[in-house]
């Protein structure tokens, strides 16, 4: 059995368990953290921060979350509402007067954060996503797909740029900036938007699926969206220093379960964790608010999205391309991260699901 690091609650020997049985299955390495009540009873690691499996996985070992990081940018937008200075009703172009641009002046602010905006597909090269003013100016010339609030489909890639410019139109912060100082800092959480080379030494690359290569490309599943309209991003891009780098919301957040975990505990214990009381239980609430439930046009299956974070019965949260995936069960106060830096073709892994229901375990033992 593969060699499973860190501490956990005795009621919750599944969790390693787990993690160390999808290590046993060929994954090279990955964390998985629970937080009950904003505090640890699961923090294990295990597994090789790369792909020649020489580098073990050590305690601060960080990695590329994907999709994971748009609750990070959604938790910003929230935290800004329940504060007073950003109306989630509101239109866009209110907060960023050019995105009234080509029919966008009734897009709303909650619909930027429930994938209804009409604005799924970056069209752009890869190397503009580096480049904030190019990406957002891009995003803020195009014209909807649909009637916005109308229907879904998943922004993948333009989500974090229209989010974050209204919150860095409403704070003259990047959303990066934003989230360390309001979020990060006060939680003492090791998550990154916008990564300094400092951390570069602790990140664990990107691993392609087995018998893939790092051209191998995010694509969606199913729906109707036409193949070329969006850019495809490759494994070799989210594995370089560039993206790093860049601040890219809806998917280039930089952290590890436990953090993962602590910030997202933040919505499962009604706004505060360890005393720092970044939003109401009302403001947490907000992301319960249902915006959307049918089929999702480019993901091709039934969805119901909240203001930023996808509902599944009395949880929420989302995953990754590659894996990770954060989940928030308010009701048990409960967070479980996982993250990994080994990929697998997205039909076969439910990892994730997996790590979650031996969570399950342990909380069914807790309330015992």
């Known amino acids: 059995m593969a060699d499973i690091q860190g501490s956990y609650d005795d009621l919750f020997t599944a969790v390693p368990g787990a993690l160390a049985a999808l290590l046993d299955a060929g994954d090279a390495g990955g964390s998985v953290a629970v937080f009950v009540d904003g505090e640890p009873v699961v923090d294990v690691w295990g597994g090789f921060a790369d792909a020649g499996r020489t580098v073990p996985w050590e305690r601060d070992t960080i990695v590329n979350v994907w999709s994971v990081t748009k609750t990070m940018t959604a938790l910003c937008a929230l935290v800004l509402a329940d504060r007073g200075e950003l109306d989630l009703a509101s239109p866009v ?83 990066g900036e934003y989230f360390a100082d309001e979020v990060a800092g006060p939680l003492g959480a090791d998550f990154h938007i916008g990564l300094s080379a400092e951390h570069d030494h602790r990140v664990a690359l990107t691993v392609p699926p087995p018998s893939r290569d790092e051209d191998y490309t995010a694509s969606a599943p199913g729906g109707n969206a036409k193949p070329s309209a969006a850019t495809g991003i490759r494994v070799r891009d989210g594995n370089s220093v560039a993206w790093r780098r860049a601040q890219i919301p809806a998917g280039s957040g930089f952290g590890n379960a436990r953090s993962v975990a602590l910030v997202q505990s933040v919505m499962a214990c009604g706004g505060a964790v360890r005393g720092e009381r970044l939003l109401s239980q009302a403001g947490c609430d907000r992301a319960w608010e249902e915006q959307f439930h049918g ?22 949260g989302w995953g990754g391309w590659g894996g990770s995936l954060v989940m928030i069960e308010p009701e048990a106060r409960m967070a479980v991260a996982y993250v990994t830096n080994q990929m697998r073709e997205p039909a076969d892994d439910n990892r994730g699901l997996e790590i979650v229901m031996s969570a399950y375990d342990g909380l069914n033992g807790l309330r015992a």
């Open 295 to 316: 089929e999702d046009r480019i993901l091709g299956m039934p969805v119901r999205y909240g203001l930023g974070y996808g509902l599944f019965g009395s949880t929420y």
């Open 93 to 175: 172009a209110r907060y960023w007067p050019e995105f009234a641009a080509a029919g966008k002046e009734k897009v709303l602010v909650r619909h930027l954060l429930a994938h209804t905006a009409g604005l799924p597909d970056w069209e752009g090269p890869v190397d503009e996503l580096y480049d904030w003013p190019s990406a957002t100016a891009r995003l803020a010339g195009q014209a909807p797909q649909w009637e916005p609030g109308s229907a879904a489909g998943y922004h993948s890639v333009t989500q974090g740029f229209l989010v974050g410019e209204v919150v860095r139109r409403i704070t003259g912060r990047s959303v």
